[in-house]
Protein backbone atom coordinates (compact mmCIF):
# COMPACT_ATOMS: atom_id res chain seq x y z
CA UNK A 1 0.00 0.00 0.00
CA UNK A 2 2.84 2.50 0.89
CA UNK A 3 4.36 1.79 -2.79
CA UNK A 4 1.19 2.52 -4.66
CA UNK A 5 0.84 5.63 -2.99
CA UNK A 6 4.81 6.83 -3.86
CA UNK A 7 4.29 5.76 -7.25
CA UNK A 8 1.15 7.97 -7.47
CA UNK A 9 2.35 10.79 -6.35
CA UNK A 10 5.86 10.17 -8.55
CA UNK A 11 3.82 10.10 -11.69
CA UNK A 12 1.40 13.16 -10.68
CA UNK A 13 4.81 15.38 -9.84
CA UNK A 14 5.97 14.54 -13.22
CA UNK A 15 3.42 14.76 -15.26
CA UNK A 16 2.43 18.15 -13.76
CA UNK A 17 6.24 18.71 -14.25
CA UNK A 18 5.82 18.26 -17.80
CA UNK A 19 2.64 19.99 -18.21
CA UNK A 20 1.37 16.74 -20.43
CA UNK A 21 -1.11 15.78 -18.15
CA UNK A 22 -4.77 16.32 -18.17
CA UNK A 23 -6.91 18.42 -15.56
CA UNK A 24 -9.13 15.72 -15.05
CA UNK A 25 -6.54 12.94 -15.31
CA UNK A 26 -4.71 15.16 -12.21
CA UNK A 27 -7.43 15.08 -10.89
CA UNK A 28 -8.51 11.56 -10.93
CA UNK A 29 -5.50 10.73 -9.70
CA UNK A 30 -5.50 13.09 -6.82
CA UNK A 31 -8.72 11.58 -5.98
CA UNK A 32 -7.30 8.00 -6.05
CA UNK A 33 -4.14 9.45 -4.29
CA UNK A 34 -6.47 10.71 -1.65
CA UNK A 35 -8.24 7.82 -1.52
CA UNK A 36 -5.06 5.62 -0.54
CA UNK A 37 -4.09 8.38 1.60
CA UNK A 38 -7.33 7.39 3.35
CA UNK A 39 -6.75 3.89 3.29
CA UNK A 40 -3.32 4.27 4.89
CA UNK A 41 -4.83 6.02 7.52
CA UNK A 42 -7.48 3.55 7.77
CA UNK A 43 -4.87 0.45 7.75
CA UNK A 44 -2.68 1.93 10.01
CA UNK A 45 -5.65 2.95 13.13
CA UNK A 46 -6.72 -0.50 12.48
CA UNK A 47 -3.20 -1.35 13.37
CA UNK A 48 -3.19 0.19 16.23
CA UNK A 49 -6.27 -1.21 17.32
CA UNK A 50 -5.09 -4.60 16.75
CA UNK A 51 -1.96 -4.00 18.35
CA UNK A 52 -3.81 -2.31 21.43
CA UNK A 53 -5.94 -5.41 21.37
CA UNK A 54 -3.13 -7.99 21.35
CA UNK A 55 -0.90 -6.00 24.38
CA UNK A 56 -3.98 -5.87 26.46
CA UNK A 57 -4.82 -10.20 25.67
CA UNK A 58 -1.18 -10.64 26.45
CA UNK A 59 -1.63 -8.12 29.74
CA UNK A 60 -4.42 -10.69 30.28
CA UNK A 61 -3.33 -13.82 29.49
CA UNK A 62 -0.11 -13.20 31.85
CA UNK A 63 -2.29 -12.28 34.83
CA UNK A 64 -4.33 -15.42 34.12
CA UNK A 65 -1.21 -17.23 33.95
CA UNK A 66 0.16 -15.49 37.28
CA UNK A 67 -3.65 -16.61 38.55
CA UNK A 68 -3.03 -19.67 37.91
CA UNK A 69 0.45 -20.11 38.82
CA UNK A 70 -0.66 -18.95 42.35
CA UNK A 71 -3.89 -21.40 42.51
CA UNK A 72 -1.33 -24.14 41.62
CA UNK A 73 0.91 -22.97 44.05
CA UNK A 74 -1.62 -23.18 46.65
CA UNK A 75 -3.22 -26.09 45.54
CA UNK A 76 0.17 -27.77 46.16
CA UNK A 77 0.35 -26.77 49.19
CA UNK A 78 -3.27 -27.49 50.27
CA UNK A 79 -2.40 -31.16 49.24
CA UNK A 80 0.71 -31.23 51.37
CA UNK A 81 -0.90 -30.21 54.02
CA UNK A 82 -3.89 -32.92 52.97
CA UNK A 83 -1.44 -35.75 53.01
CA UNK A 84 0.13 -34.56 55.87
CA UNK A 85 -3.34 -34.83 57.53
CA UNK A 86 -3.79 -38.40 56.19
CA UNK A 87 -0.73 -40.03 56.94
CA UNK A 88 -1.05 -38.46 60.72
CA UNK A 89 -4.70 -39.61 60.66
CA UNK A 90 -3.57 -43.12 59.57
CA UNK A 91 -0.92 -43.08 62.25
CA UNK A 92 -3.88 -42.33 64.71
CA UNK A 93 -6.33 -44.69 63.30
CA UNK A 94 -3.20 -47.49 63.41
CA UNK A 95 -2.53 -46.72 67.24
CA UNK A 96 -6.52 -46.64 67.86
CA UNK A 97 -6.53 -49.88 66.70
CA UNK A 98 -3.80 -51.29 68.50
CA UNK A 99 -4.66 -49.71 71.81
CA UNK A 100 -8.42 -51.09 71.02
CA UNK A 101 -7.46 -54.41 70.14
CA UNK A 102 -5.43 -54.10 73.26
CA UNK A 103 -7.83 -52.73 75.54
CA UNK A 104 -10.87 -55.34 73.92
CA UNK A 105 -8.33 -58.30 74.79
CA UNK A 106 -7.65 -56.15 78.70
CA UNK A 107 -11.61 -55.96 79.23
CA UNK A 108 -12.30 -59.61 78.14
CA UNK A 109 -9.74 -60.79 80.21
CA UNK A 110 -11.24 -58.01 82.71
CA UNK A 111 -15.03 -60.05 82.16
CA UNK A 112 -12.90 -63.37 82.29
CA UNK A 113 -11.34 -62.41 85.70
CA UNK A 114 -14.96 -61.17 86.95
CA UNK A 115 -16.48 -64.04 86.06
CA UNK A 116 -13.78 -66.09 87.84
CA UNK A 117 -14.19 -64.08 90.81
CA UNK A 118 -18.18 -63.97 91.13
CA UNK A 119 -17.99 -67.57 91.04
CA UNK A 120 -15.36 -67.94 93.62
CA UNK A 121 -16.99 -65.29 95.58
CA UNK A 122 -20.51 -67.33 95.44
CA UNK A 123 -18.72 -70.46 95.81
CA UNK A 124 -17.20 -68.77 99.12
CA UNK A 125 -20.64 -67.82 100.12
CA UNK A 126 -21.89 -71.36 99.81
CA UNK A 127 -19.37 -72.01 101.82
CA UNK A 128 -19.43 -69.93 104.79
CA UNK A 129 -22.96 -70.33 104.81
CA UNK A 130 -22.47 -73.88 104.78
CA UNK A 131 -20.04 -73.83 107.43
CA UNK A 132 -22.28 -71.71 109.78
CA UNK A 133 -24.82 -74.08 109.15
CA UNK A 134 -22.32 -76.61 110.02
CA UNK A 135 -20.90 -74.52 113.06
CA UNK A 136 -24.72 -74.10 114.47
CA UNK A 137 -25.57 -78.10 114.15
CA UNK A 138 -22.27 -78.62 116.08
CA UNK A 139 -23.19 -75.71 118.44
CA UNK A 140 -26.66 -77.72 119.37
CA UNK A 141 -24.45 -80.76 119.30
CA UNK A 142 -22.30 -79.39 121.63
CA UNK A 143 -24.70 -78.07 123.79
CA UNK A 144 -26.58 -81.66 123.88
CA UNK A 145 -24.12 -83.56 124.65
CA UNK A 146 -23.53 -81.25 127.70
CA UNK A 147 -26.83 -81.72 128.69
CA UNK A 148 -26.79 -85.55 127.95
CA UNK A 149 -23.45 -85.62 130.01
CA UNK A 150 -24.68 -83.68 132.76
CA UNK A 151 -27.68 -85.95 133.15
CA UNK A 152 -25.52 -88.97 133.14
CA UNK A 153 -22.79 -87.37 135.35
CA UNK A 154 -23.99 -89.76 138.78
CA UNK A 155 -23.87 -93.02 136.28
CA UNK A 156 -20.62 -91.84 134.57
CA UNK A 157 -19.03 -90.99 138.08
CA UNK A 158 -20.15 -94.61 139.22
CA UNK A 159 -17.58 -95.94 135.98
CA UNK A 160 -21.60 -97.20 135.39
CA UNK A 161 -20.85 -95.37 131.61
CA UNK A 162 -19.02 -93.14 129.71
CA UNK A 163 -20.82 -90.17 127.50
CA UNK A 164 -18.21 -89.21 124.27
CA UNK A 165 -18.18 -88.82 120.70
CA UNK A 166 -16.84 -91.52 118.38
CA UNK A 167 -16.91 -91.03 114.53
CA UNK A 168 -18.76 -87.57 114.82
CA UNK A 169 -21.63 -89.31 116.66
CA UNK A 170 -22.33 -88.96 120.55
CA UNK A 171 -21.90 -92.30 122.25
CA UNK A 172 -23.13 -94.03 125.19
CA UNK A 173 -20.84 -96.80 126.21
CA UNK A 174 -21.18 -99.56 129.02
CA UNK A 175 -19.34 -102.10 129.82
CA UNK A 176 -20.29 -105.68 129.48
CA UNK A 177 -19.14 -106.56 132.86
CA UNK A 178 -22.06 -104.02 134.30
CA UNK A 179 -24.90 -105.65 132.47
CA UNK A 180 -23.72 -109.50 130.94
CA UNK A 181 -21.98 -112.32 132.46
CA UNK A 182 -19.32 -113.43 130.61
CA UNK A 183 -20.45 -115.43 127.53
CA UNK A 184 -24.26 -114.66 128.35
CA UNK A 185 -26.69 -112.40 127.19
CA UNK A 186 -29.02 -112.13 129.19
CA UNK A 187 -29.29 -108.94 131.61
CA UNK A 188 -27.90 -108.92 135.35
CA UNK A 189 -29.99 -106.81 137.74
CA UNK A 190 -27.05 -104.31 137.83
CA UNK A 191 -27.25 -104.05 134.05
CA UNK A 192 -31.24 -103.62 134.43
CA UNK A 193 -30.99 -100.89 136.97
CA UNK A 194 -28.51 -99.26 134.82
CA UNK A 195 -30.41 -99.61 131.75
CA UNK A 196 -33.39 -98.34 133.27
CA UNK A 197 -31.95 -94.82 134.42
CA UNK A 198 -30.93 -94.64 130.56
CA UNK A 199 -33.91 -95.19 129.62
CA UNK A 200 -35.42 -92.89 131.74
CA UNK A 201 -32.90 -90.29 129.65
CA UNK A 202 -32.91 -91.04 126.38
CA UNK A 203 -36.93 -91.06 126.53
CA UNK A 204 -36.28 -87.22 126.92
CA UNK A 205 -34.93 -87.23 123.38
CA UNK A 206 -37.75 -87.73 121.31
CA UNK A 207 -36.30 -85.68 118.27
CA UNK A 208 -33.38 -88.63 117.65
CA UNK A 209 -32.68 -91.68 116.02
CA UNK A 210 -30.46 -94.46 118.64
CA UNK A 211 -28.71 -97.42 117.72
CA UNK A 212 -27.21 -100.18 120.12
CA UNK A 213 -24.50 -101.91 119.20
CA UNK A 214 -23.28 -105.08 120.76
CA UNK A 215 -18.98 -105.14 120.56
CA UNK A 216 -16.57 -108.25 122.27
CA UNK A 217 -12.96 -109.08 122.29
CA UNK A 218 -11.16 -111.26 120.17
CA UNK A 219 -11.26 -113.89 122.27
CA UNK A 220 -13.25 -116.98 120.03
CA UNK A 221 -16.45 -118.32 121.20
CA UNK A 222 -17.86 -120.86 120.06
CA UNK A 223 -21.59 -122.82 121.67
CA UNK A 224 -24.38 -124.36 119.96
CA UNK A 225 -25.90 -120.22 121.00
CA UNK A 226 -23.53 -118.54 120.12
CA UNK A 227 -21.17 -120.00 117.03
CA UNK A 228 -19.03 -116.57 117.10
CA UNK A 229 -18.33 -113.02 118.32
CA UNK A 230 -21.17 -112.27 116.02
CA UNK A 231 -23.71 -114.01 117.55
CA UNK A 232 -22.90 -112.73 120.88
CA UNK A 233 -22.52 -109.14 120.67
CA UNK A 234 -26.24 -108.86 118.18
CA UNK A 235 -27.60 -111.33 120.70
CA UNK A 236 -26.74 -108.67 123.48
CA UNK A 237 -27.57 -105.58 121.73
CA UNK A 238 -30.78 -107.03 121.12
CA UNK A 239 -31.41 -107.69 124.29
CA UNK A 240 -30.86 -104.62 125.55
CA UNK A 241 -33.24 -102.78 123.01
CA UNK A 242 -35.53 -104.95 124.39
CA UNK A 243 -35.28 -104.05 127.73
CA UNK A 244 -35.29 -100.03 126.84
CA UNK A 245 -38.64 -100.37 125.42
CA UNK A 246 -39.91 -102.35 128.23
CA UNK A 247 -39.34 -99.32 130.21
CA UNK A 248 -40.95 -96.75 127.58
CA UNK A 249 -38.62 -95.90 125.07
CA UNK A 250 -40.65 -96.20 121.23
CA UNK A 251 -39.19 -98.55 119.18
CA UNK A 252 -39.18 -96.76 116.35
CA UNK A 253 -36.10 -95.16 117.53
CA UNK A 254 -34.51 -97.89 118.35
CA UNK A 255 -31.90 -100.33 116.06
CA UNK A 256 -29.62 -103.15 116.94
CA UNK A 257 -26.25 -103.97 115.67
CA UNK A 258 -23.61 -106.69 116.17
CA UNK A 259 -19.91 -105.99 115.51
CA UNK A 260 -18.32 -109.01 117.29
CA UNK A 261 -14.75 -108.13 117.85
CA UNK A 262 -14.49 -106.21 114.27
CA UNK A 263 -14.72 -102.56 116.17
CA UNK A 264 -11.70 -102.38 119.12
CA UNK A 265 -11.49 -99.04 120.64
CA UNK A 266 -8.47 -100.59 122.52
CA UNK A 267 -5.86 -103.04 121.85
CA UNK A 268 -6.32 -106.91 122.46
CA UNK A 269 -3.44 -107.88 123.65
CA UNK A 270 -3.80 -106.42 127.03
CA UNK A 271 -6.54 -107.21 129.74
CA UNK A 272 -7.09 -103.54 130.17
CA UNK A 273 -8.03 -103.32 126.12
CA UNK A 274 -9.66 -106.60 126.36
CA UNK A 275 -11.80 -105.00 128.44
CA UNK A 276 -12.21 -101.68 126.80
CA UNK A 277 -13.40 -103.91 124.11
CA UNK A 278 -16.47 -105.83 125.41
CA UNK A 279 -19.04 -103.59 125.56
CA UNK A 280 -22.83 -102.28 124.53
CA UNK A 281 -22.58 -98.80 123.08
CA UNK A 282 -25.84 -96.73 122.40
CA UNK A 283 -25.54 -94.06 119.50
CA UNK A 284 -27.21 -91.16 119.14
CA UNK A 285 -27.86 -90.60 115.56
CA UNK A 286 -27.30 -86.87 114.34
CA UNK A 287 -30.08 -85.80 111.90
CA UNK A 288 -29.30 -84.80 108.48
CA UNK A 289 -27.40 -80.86 109.26
CA UNK A 290 -25.62 -82.46 112.04
CA UNK A 291 -23.29 -85.03 109.89
CA UNK A 292 -20.50 -83.09 111.03
CA UNK A 293 -17.98 -84.10 114.13
CA UNK A 294 -18.09 -81.39 117.09
CA UNK A 295 -14.97 -79.76 116.58
CA UNK A 296 -12.71 -79.65 120.09
CA UNK A 297 -14.56 -82.64 121.25
CA UNK A 298 -11.73 -85.42 122.58
CA UNK A 299 -12.84 -89.22 121.08
CA UNK A 300 -11.97 -92.11 122.34
Not at 54 to 78: E, F, G, P, V
Request: aromatic share 4%; hydrophobic share 40%; proline share 3%.
Amino acid sequence: MKRLITIAVSVTIAAAALGCVKKSDYEAKAAELDRCVGEQGKCQRDMQEMQARASSMHDQAMSLQATLDARTARANQDLRELQKQIDEATALNASLREALQKKGEDVDKLLREKGALATSLEQARARLEELRRAQAAAERRAEAMRQLVEQFRKMADAGQLQVGVRRGRMVIQLPSEVLFESARSELKAQGKTALAEVARILKTMRDRQFQVAGHTDDDAIATPRFPSNWYLSSARAIEVVSFLISQGMDPKQLSAAGYGEFDPVGPNDTPEGKAKNRRIEIVVQPNVDELLAVDGTRGW
